[in-house]
């Protein structure tokens, strides 16, 4: 059970938008601290897509947009491409447990 | 070019120790807290240990006392050392760096490794 709740899955058709929404509590996203995304796909390390809840570095398409109100956050994805297909972390910090914690990732299949 | 490398990998037995390491190359370590994360097969992405830059050194409660996080500048270089390994601690473990200009606490990794698969089997 991760502390951060996100869908196990979402999908989209080329072109279409998606959002995967990332869920926490009054210790982690409530409290303020900062929502990163990450993506990963198969058999490579994580790559950094948005930091600080809304933040992209450099070279990630600005299809790729954060987002976050209260205890949750959200990653939008517009103009879904198959080079997508990927899974997709957030991650935060936990004042409770005093340490970072992540999503359980969402797969995003592109049909 | 900035890279991490993460080596020390392999199959150990249960109760047994292993030790890895992390390279760094195209940035100055001193200046950088690292961070170590674990992923499962098939599974999600888990923190298991922070060093910043003067030293200290962060866990989580899950694997404190077990897992122990060092670095020596000089070599460019970031060490975990794990002891007592369990079959759950079976994964692929990665390096990461923290990015700059992060939040306090919140840190987003900005630059990782390949990471290392360490198996823990009879």
């Known amino acids: 059970q991760s502390v951060l709740t996100q869908p196990p899955s979402v999908s989209g058709a080329p072109g279409q938008r998606v959002t995967i929404s990332c869920t926490g509590t009054s210790s982690n996203i409530g409290t303020g601290y900062d929502v990163h995304w990450y993506q990963q796909l198969p058999g490579t390390a994580p790559k950094l897509l948005i930091s600080s809840n809304t933040n992209r570095p450099s070279g990630v398409p600005d299809r790729f947009s954060g987002s976050k109100s209260g205890t949750s956050a959200s990653l939008a994805i517009t103009g879904l491409q198959a080079e997508d297909e990927a899974d997709y972390y957030c991650?935060?910090?936990?004042?409770?447990?005093?340490?970072?914690?992540f999503g359980g990732g969402t797969k995003l299949t592109v049909l | 070019e900035v890279q991490l490398a993460e080596s020390g990998g392999g199959l150990v037995q249960p109760g047994g120790s292993l030790r890895l390491s992390c390279a760094v190359s195209?940035?100055?370590?001193?200046?950088?807290?690292i961070h170590w994360v674990r992923q499962a097969t098939g599974r999600g992405l888990e923190w298991i240990s922070a060093?910043?830059?003067?030293?200290?050194?962060y866990y989580p409660g899950s694997v404190k006392g077990r897992f122990t996080v060092s670095r020596d500048n000089t070599k460019n270089s970031v060490y975990l050392q794990i002891d007592s390994l369990r079959a759950e601690d079976t994964a692929v473990y990665y390096c990461?760096?923290?990015?700059?200009?992060?939040?306090?606490?919140?840190?987003?990794?900005?630059?990782w490794g390949q990471g290392t698969m360490v198996a823990v089997s009879s």
């Open positions: 195209g940035f100055t370590l001193s200046s950088y807290d």
């Open positions: 991650q935060s910090y936990d004042s409770r447990l005093r340490g970072s914690v």
């Open positions: 060093i910043d830059k003067t030293g200290g050194t």
């Open positions: 990461a760096r923290r990015a700059p200009g992060s939040q306090s606490y919140s840190d987003a990794f900005d630059i």
